[in-house]
């Protein structure tokens, strides 16, 4: 892989390596941004549209923020998130506030009047900041920057910056926000990621943590595949939250267990406290209210594409005629491609655009061991029906993981042997702890890190040292468990077929030393 790589390969966010050093103490590349914008000719001697030579006019935002004058993000801006279990917050990796949540504030309040979301905003565009907030809702990224010189502000920078019009109004929107403190809506600029309508899942996905899943909650429920040091203990609290998380809160008050007093409020069950409702418009209706300023609308599950709730809003976008003003995103692991009645290429030609994020961080054998109940051939074939439509692409989005890092190079290689997707990219996975990277036997990072010589923040990963005070044993029996679970199966795997080179790092349960950790000596336990 020392050929210099596609621009499919890298355009997405891998392959950032000229590091300098930002605000925040990280190691950011940003070489590549406004590189369209800066390109006068293609290959082929053409113009570009995209051609837009004083982008990086000096004293501008794109300007200071490729010079890492100031530590900006375009998603504050542009994007709308709630996590699974209601709360919002600025992004899928950003810690959310303490109070504001589905139950108590519309999506227009969040985006507009949040305290989170505008001191965010005004710290990214202040050369001068101390960063107060951004180190605290952005900390992941903050710490992603410092481990691995990439994180998810870089990617979307390295994306949104070589697109001129949706750079155009993001900078119009940043120079609104700088000189008034507000953000409003205005122009069609926002994507909304709604993680609203539960966790149903059909695969069971070795890192992924429960909350997302209803196969991997079943499971583990009723198939007893659980590890209290890998994801904490499975007592009432958490059977509470999981329940909570995997239920449909786009309609709220016509749940079947809300209560109202006698002042006419509503109240609704939550980790058995009765929760107040004083957000009573439907999300879904939210959603269309919102519709006219929506550039793109993100579908996250659970599998969305088996979650029949969300075409009932794919309906009325279309009823509404807006339909064709918006890109609709889905978080997929693309194994299924309708829920009952509903098939997702009846909806694809009326949207302006539909991206396919696939959840591929394996592939054969390797993805249908990592998640399990999928099949790798059914992944391609229907990747290669969605890319049929002309208003389609697909994406691959994997996690980096304990077990995806030994193969994950096989990933990289498909798609430059297969030029199936329009882009690639993964994330380190980061919960739970001991599931990282970093927490491999030495001499199998070791081996990889060669592997990798193209992709600095997969390497820098495999360089960290192990977790203090974790027993990867724990990582074994947890997998061994599952393998057991799905003896006699037709998803029946081992993990020491799949990855053989970490058989001689297992210690039998019956051979262990009662109470000692497991130590990495020289390459091996002992």
Not at 125 to 152: I, M, T
Not at 226 to 247: G, H, P, T, Y
Not at 419 to 433: F, G, K, R, S, Y
Not at 478 to 494: P, S
Request: charged share 30%; glycine share 4%.
């Amino acid at each position: 892989m020392s050929k210099k790589l596609p621009k499919y390969m890298t355009k997405g966010g891998p392959g950032d390596k000229d590091f300098k050093t930002s605000l925040l103490g990280g190691k950011v590349d940003t070489t590549s941004w406004f590189e369209n914008q800066l390109e006068q000719f293609d290959n082929e001697g053409r113009t570009k549209f995209q051609y837009n030579p004083d982008v990086l006019e000096k004293g501008s935002i794109a300007q200071k923020a490729k010079d890492q004058e100031i530590f900006f993000c375009d998603i504050p801006f542009t994007q709308l998130y709630m996590e699974i279990d209601g709360r919002y917050q600025a992004c899928c990796f950003a810690v959310p506030p303490r109070t504001e949540h589905v139950l108590n504030t519309t999506m227009k309040e969040w985006m507009e009047d949040s305290h989170a979301m505008n001191s965010i905003r005004g710290e990214m565009l202040d050369p001068n900041s101390k960063f107060k907030n951004v180190k605290r809702f952005c900390e992941r990224c903050v710490d992603d920057e410092r481990r691995y010189g990439r994180s998810r502000r870089t990617a979307c920078m390295k994306i949104h910056t070589n697109e001129r019009e949706y750079w155009e109004k993001v900078d119009r929107s940043a120079r609104l926000f700088n000189a008034s403190g507000m953000w409003a809506f205005d122009e069609r600029i926002v994507e909304i990621q709604l993680k609203m309508f539960g966790s149903e899942c059909n695969l069971d996905c070795y890192m992924c943590v429960h909350a997302n899943s209803t196969i991997r909650q079943k499971v583990a429920i009723e198939g007893g595949v659980w590890n209290d040091a890998i994801f904490e203990e499975l007592n009432e609290m958490a059977l509470d939250k999981l329940k909570w998380v995997s239920r449909d809160k786009t309609e709220i008050l016509k749940e079947k267990d809300i209560k109202q007093d006698n002042a006419g409020g509503f109240t609704i069950p939550k980790y058995k406290v009765e929760e107040k409702i004083t957000n009573t418009v439907s999300m879904i209706d939210q959603c269309l209210e919102l519709a006219p300023y929506t550039r793109s609308i993100k579908i996250i599950g659970g599998e969305p594409l088996i979650m029949k709730k969300h075409y009932e809003l794919l309906d009325k976008l279309i009823e509404m005629d807006e339909a064709k003003n918006i890109i609709i995103k889905y978080q997929t692991n693309l194994t299924e491609m309708k829920a009952g009645k509903h098939n997702i290429f009846k909806y694809i030609p009326h949207f302006k655009l539909v991206s396919m994020v696939a959840s591929v961080d394996g592939i054969g054998k390797t993805i249908e061991y990592m998640r399990r109940r999928c099949s790798w051939d059914k992944i391609v074939k229907n990747a290669e029906m969605c890319n049929e439509y002309p208003n389609v692409d697909v994406d691959f989005n994997g996690l980096v993981s304990f077990l995806s890092v030994m193969r994950f190079y096989e990933v990289i290689d498909w798609c430059l042997e297969n030029p199936l997707v329009d882009q690639i990219n993964w994330a380190m996975l980061e919960t739970p702890p001991l599931l990282r990277v970093n927490n491999l036997p030495q001499k199998i990072k070791d081996d990889l890190i060669p592997k990798y010589k193209q992709f600095p923040d997969i390497q820098m990963a495999l360089e960290m040292p192990a977790e203090k005070g974790l027993d990867i044993q724990e990582v074994f029996d947890y997998m061994l468990d599952a393998d057991e679970y799905y003896k006699g199966t037709k998803w029946e795997k081992h993990l020491f077929d799949v990855f053989p080179e970490l058989e001689e790092y297992y210690i039998p349960k019956d051979k262990r030393k009662k109470g000692a950790f497991s130590k990495l000596i020289s390459g091996r336990i002992e």
